[in-house]
């Protein structure tokens, strides 16, 4: 009888065991398993794609994002040589952009897919110069992407090099921070705007102010776009390429400010923190402050709240959070202040970019219903939920939109939507009852914000466009870019007229969110002043011209403008001639708020006269109620400094006046000459004098419209001519006439004289895209994992398991354009020279079902002791080929299943003359496994991780002999046998940069044929060796296999073995010295981790590690044949290990050290050593 002391042990550490395998779930083939995360295709538009080669690009686009793609081309050729000049770069190779109609598309991209923080000793990664963009509706923002892209690739050349030699030089020694690139790419992608701003605005204003540095590591594109706009505001943008050189040259980002700017890094971040303090603090003087209180709506971790609407009758606001991808939808009670949810979908998604365009909801007039447009695996939906009842009806949207971006009731069963069609945005009604669909606009201008009001007792559309002019007409794009700012746009659906209502004409501002107030009044957002405020306007008649009406003696009518004449018509055919006055709506606007904040979104319920406004406040988005009052008017709220510079951009203007010219016939009418300048009176952008009836959007002066006629018309007021400084003295100003305030948008609206012509596109140069595929990477490192599951037949090696010797493993990957397609193969060669192994794979995920196709090859020969004294020697030859497939369910979640064939020979080699009586045996087997995999860890840090990853098993194996010696033979009554098993790892983040590791797997075999499992040690053991007092299965049972479950420090290999294991490690992994510095530079003490470990686990044989059946307690000693002696003692199967180690990149390679003390049946066993090399556990 065992002592209680045993008893308690041993239930000691299984609920140990439990606890830890109950905290997380790892692998049966020791540490390194293949989770991973997906890219899910759900439609097949990637079949096809075209492609347009122009001066400096290659673009491609698919399906229908022709349109898009030829924007694309001309924004890209547009903007190429500004680039360049303000980076200073030049590269050879033409800059390839991926065209995608939407953003969800770009989750479907397998561009970029593989996962970061491998281990890439040796690697040459070849820098790519692909952009891939997407359209949201706006071509503005369109165009911010190519720049983007561009400025990246342009970065890429600059900093790392563009050919393989540059690369491998620069790609250790470069450590910038995430701030100085995506910053810099912000900054050349977009100029600073009113919504940069206000986020800037609204940090260094709270309480929460800490400085550069805080924000940087919160938003680091934010921070450096700040601070490259500073720097090139302060010091001149010609700086910005100096720093740029010079922080490549000396290989430091504290040298470079220090030579360029003559102060240290730190200096700039404080000067940067003073400059918009300073001017945001004068600001918010001269502005007013959000008299109500904030709804107290359910937020509590301050997530972004991306819409809000009001009900009709006032009493409910229903407002939408988004975590990054994860939406729900809630109802405010106004009165109760309470939030109940309604809606909720999506996922958690930290790796792609949140789309914050849905859901989108509006509520039905009837004041009962919301309606929520929303998209689940790329199809959109519209659900009608019912607010009183709860329950809803849905149904998918037509096929024909792209994307929605706003949706507004006209009534219960008509909607009016902003939505992209065939790669353009237009306005359309769509019929809820019958799923039609009714085009309002047709043509290449942006349509957005479109929302249903009632004006005068007439129905009509607001909407925001940068469209040029009023009228509507079928335009396709050609010569003009549609990138100037926002106007509103007024159309009537009673007379569905083909001319527009210009409600505003800002050359320097937008105009966004429009809705309607009353049967009058109706408001929207402006950014005039640098602020987002509200504005409100109402619509007037006015007698636009006079007609004259000539009624013909035949009865037939002809409509003319008055001053027009007809030289052909004879007199004597008129019976009447009639003057009519053609009326028209104009515009009549004014300011209503001056807030200190941008105003995000508004709405309003006309019923009651009660609106909501969002905006971001003390870095939370809040919800006002407010009563609008659009006859209050306010005085134009001075602009903030930011609007000023981008004013002063222009930095000089002469205005000339021309002198009064004689009439002259139609045939000497003469154009405007350009004549060299004198630098007299210079006056700023600001105080160019322009007709006020052009600067005043809401009044229209009849007298100013010019008819064209024969005669030539005096200039009643001067040109407006621009000319910029050149940055060289040497070379010559640049001069423009300015004619209309939308030219002189185009000059405000840009960085630089829009004076160029966009890009000729050709439609006769698009082609059909050709597979192509590229070296992607070439690999040579030292290397000793186990490749393709590291399964070894048991019957080659039945002395024990043989970790893999240290070898060169070369290998090269090779992938096409779109990363559809991937070739990858290698060869690995020990340094003893034997065991060299070659593989081949090949991965095709075009489509939402991946498939991969492997084949794999090793050779390798053992020695062991015979009765004679001539060792014996043997060849084992593996030959293994495997079909495998992948379906993603989403991002984290997938379902795999596996094929294998596999071939084991083992030939006797010629030692002595009996061995040239051992047959070759060949053992054929075929396998298939599948798996339930889930992965939605972040790598936050080489090694380190945060979130959880798990993966489920269950493996079937069938031995069979296929022979062709006397024939053809098949046999399938040879063996079989199952595997089932888990594999799961969890990371808690702890003290900011640490992270707790929780890691437990388990596996068991059964069949006539099982498996070996060897506990101990550690994967990729550099020095590994293996404990031969714990007996292993006898050769010519049924063992097929043996493979390892690691970690288990303080033993060596086989310490516990048997055909089932469970297994648990705890490790803390803490980065010691960013604990003591913001910013390390060196590569080696920012990736060192002090690491804190205890593993426990238990391999065995039967049902239980404590059955009889268990061979561990059990010894046979043998006299030669003589005398055999059984005998029995107590070892606990479970066994534990603890102990300390540290983790360091030396020489490209994460090298893994572990000093442990095992703890063996209530013994602490002596420490042993581990150096062995590889990421996680």
């Not at 903007?79 to 190779?93: A, G, P, S, T, Y």
């Not at 966004?512 to 957002?525: C, H, I, K, N």
């Not at 109402?538 to 006079?546: G, K, Q």
Request: overall charge negative.
């Amino acid at each position: 009888m065992r002592p209680n002391r045993i008893f308690h042990m041993r239930t000691y550490l299984l609920s140990l065991l439990c606890l830890l395998l109950s905290a997380t779930v790892v692998n049966a083939q020791g540490i390194q398993v293949e989770f991973g995360k997906n890219r899910v295709q759900y439609h097949d538009d990637f079949a096809e794609w075209s492609q347009y080669e122009s001066d400096n690009f290659v673009t491609y686009w698919y399906g229908e994002g022709r349109f898009i793609g030829q924007a694309v081309v001309q924004l890209a050729e547009y903007d190429f040589q500004e680039i360049q000049n303000v980076l200073e770069h030049r590269i050879n190779e033409k800059i390839q952009i991926i065209v995608y109609t939407d953003l969800t598309d770009v989750k479907q991209s397998n561009i970029g897919s593989e996962d970061t923080f491998v281990n890439n000793a040796g690697q040459t990664k070849i820098v790519g110069n692909k952009v891939f963009v997407y359209f949201d509706g706006n071509h503005r923002n369109l165009r911010k992407q190519v720049r983007e892209g561009i400025a990246s690739v342009y970065l890429n050349a600059m900093l790392f090099g563009s050919n393989i030699q540059e690369i491998v030089q620069n790609a250790v020694m470069m450590n910038l921070p995430v701030w100085f690139k995506e910053g810099l790419v912000g900054y050349v992608g977009e100029r600073w705007n009113t919504d940069l701003d206000n986020q800037l605005r609204d940090y260094i204003l709270s309480d929460e102010f800490e400085g550069f540095e805080l924000l940087a590591e919160r938003d680091p594109k934010l921070a450096g776009h700040s601070l490259w706009h500073f720097i090139g505001q302060q010091y001149g943008k010609s700086q910005v390429s100096n720093l740029l050189y010079l922080t490549r040259i000396n290989r430091s980002i504290e040298n470079g400010f220090l030579y360029v700017l003559g102060m240290p890094y730190e200096r700039v971040g404080l000067d940067w923190a003073v400059f918009y303090k300073d001017r945001y603090s004068v600001e918010e003087q001269r502005r007013d402050t959000l008299s109500s209180a904030p709804l107290a709506i359910k937020n509590k971790r301050n997530l972004p709240v991306t819409r809000a609407k009001i009900s009709p009758d006032g009493r409910q606001v229903a407002y939408i959070i988004n975590e990054i991808g994860k939406h729900q939808i809630y109802l405010y009670d106004i009165a109760k202040g309470t939030s109940d949810r309604i809606f909720k979908g999506g996922f958690r998604n930290a790796f792609q970019a949140t789309d914050y365009n849905y859901p989108i909801i509006d509520w039905n007039p009837n004041g009962q219903e919301i309606a929520i447009l929303y998209e689940k695996r790329d199809v959109a939906y519209l659900r009608i939920h019912n607010v009183r009842t709860g329950k809803h009806t849905e149904e998918p949207l037509s096929s024909e939109y792209q994307r929605v971006y706003s949706m507004s009731y006209v009534n219960p069963i008509t909607m009016v939507f902003s939505a992209t069609v065939r790669g353009h945005s237009d306005i359309f009604l769509y019929y809820t009852n019958t799923r039609q669909t009714q085009r309002i606009t047709n043509d290449f201008w942006d349509d957005l914000d479109a929302t249903y009001v009632e004006i005068d007792n007439r129905r009509g559309i607001l909407f925001a466009s940068n469209r040029q002019d009023t009228l509507l007409k079928q335009e396709k794009l050609d010569s003009i870019l549609p990138i100037d700012d926002f106007d509103l746009f007024y159309y009537d659906l009673e007379d569905r007229s083909e001319e527009l209502v210009r409600i505003t004409n800002t050359p320097y501002a937008n105009e966004r969110e429009p809705m309607a107030v009353d049967t009058s009044w109706f408001s929207y957002l402006s950014d005039a002043s640098g602020i987002y405020n509200r504005a409100s306007g109402y619509l007037e008649e006015y007698i636009h011209h006079y007609d004259q009406l000539i009624q013909l003696e035949d009865g037939s009518e002809i409509r003319l403008h008055v001053d027009s004449a007809m030289t052909s018509l004879d007199s004597t055919l008129i019976d009447t001639i009639i003057i009519e006055p053609v009326i028209k709506k104009r515009a009549v606007t004014q300011p209503n708020t001056n807030y200190h904040r941008n105003i995000l979104r508004q709405d309003n319920a006309r019923r009651t006269n009660r609106a909501v406004q969002l905006v971001l406040e003390n870095g939370q988005h809040q919800l006002h109620l407010f009563q609008p009052a659009p006859s209050d008017a306010i005085s134009s709220a001075a602009e903030t400094g930011f609007q000023q510079q981008r004013s002063a951009e222009v930095k000089k203007a002469t205005v000339i006046e021309p002198k009064k010219k004689q009439q002259a016939p139609p045939s000497s009418r003469q154009k405007p000459v350009m004549s060299i300048l004198t630098e007299s009176d210079r006056v700023s952008v600001d105080t160019v004098r322009v007709d006020q009836s052009r600067r005043d959007t809401g009044k229209v002066d009849i007298d100013n419209y010019l008819f064209q006629s024969e005669f030539d018309d005096e200039e009643s007021e001067p040109t407006v001519i621009i000319v910029q400084e050149p940055e060289n003295e040497n070379e010559p100003e640049q001069v423009r006439i300015i004619t209309s305030d939308r030219q002189l948008s185009d000059v405000m609206n840009r960085p630089g004289l829009r004076t160029k012509k966009p890009y000729e596109f050709r439609s006769s140069k698009i082609i059909p895209y050709r597979l192509e595929f590229r070296t992607d990477f070439v690999t040579t490192q030292l290397d000793n994992s186990l490749l393709f599951d590291g399964l070894n037949s048991f019957a080659a090696n039945p002395d024990g398991f043989n970790l893999p010797n240290p070898g060169i493993l070369l290998k090269a990957n090779f992938k096409d354009l779109f990363e559809d397609y991937e070739f990858e193969g290698g060869v690995r060669v020990p340094t003893t020279f034997n065991g060299t192994e070659y593989f081949v794979t090949f991965k095709d995920k075009k489509r939402r079902l991946d498939r991969q196709y492997a084949i794999y090859r090793r050779n390798q020969q053992f020695s062991s002791e015979s009765l004679s004294f001539v060792p014996s020697r043997r060849e084992v030859n593996i030959l293994l080929g495997q079909y495998g497939v992948r379906y993603p369910l989403d991002i984290f979640r997938s379902l795999r299943a596996t094929g294998t064939l596999r071939r084991d020979r083992v030939t006797q080699l010629a030692t002595e003359r009996s061995s040239l009586q051992v047959p070759t045996t060949s053992e054929q087997r075929a396998g298939l496994r599948l798996e339930y995999v889930f992965d939605n860890t972040l790598d936050v840090a080489l090694n380190i991780k945060n979130g959880s990853r798990y993966k489920i098993f269950v493996e079937g194996v069938k031995k069979f002999d296929l022979g062709f010696t006397d024939g053809v033979s098949f046999d399938l009554a040879r063996g079989a046998m199952g595997i089932v098993g888990f594999d799961a790892r969890h990371y808690q983040r702890f003290l900011k940069h640490s992270v707790i590791a929780l890691r437990a797997a388990g596996a068991t075999s059964f069949g006539s044929e099982r498996m070996v499992y060897f506990l101990g040690g550690v994967d990729n053991w550099l020095f590994n060796s293996f404990n031969n007092e714990i007996p292993i299965p006898a050769a010519g049972q049924d063992i097929a296999f043996q493979a390892l479950a690691t970690n288990m420090r303080g033993f060596d290999l086989n310490i516990r073995n048997g055909s089932s294991y469970l297994l648990s490690n705890i490790e803390l992994r803490m980065p010691i010295f960013k604990y003591f510095s913001k910013r390390v530079r060196s590569q080696f003490f920012r990736n060192f981790q002090l690491v804190g470990f205890f593993d426990v686990g238990t391999a065995w044989e039967g049902n239980d590690p404590y059955s009889e059946e268990n061979p561990l307690n059990t010894s046979v000693v043998d006299n030669s044949g003589l005398v055999s002696v059984r005998v029995n003692y107590f070892r606990d199967p479970i066994v534990a290990g603890y102990g300390a180690g540290v983790r360091a990149m030396l020489f490209g390679y994460f090298v893994r050290v572990d000093y442990a003390w095992g703890i063996e049946t209530r013994v602490v066993q002596d420490p042993m050593f581990y150096l062995s090399i590889g990421t996680d556990f």
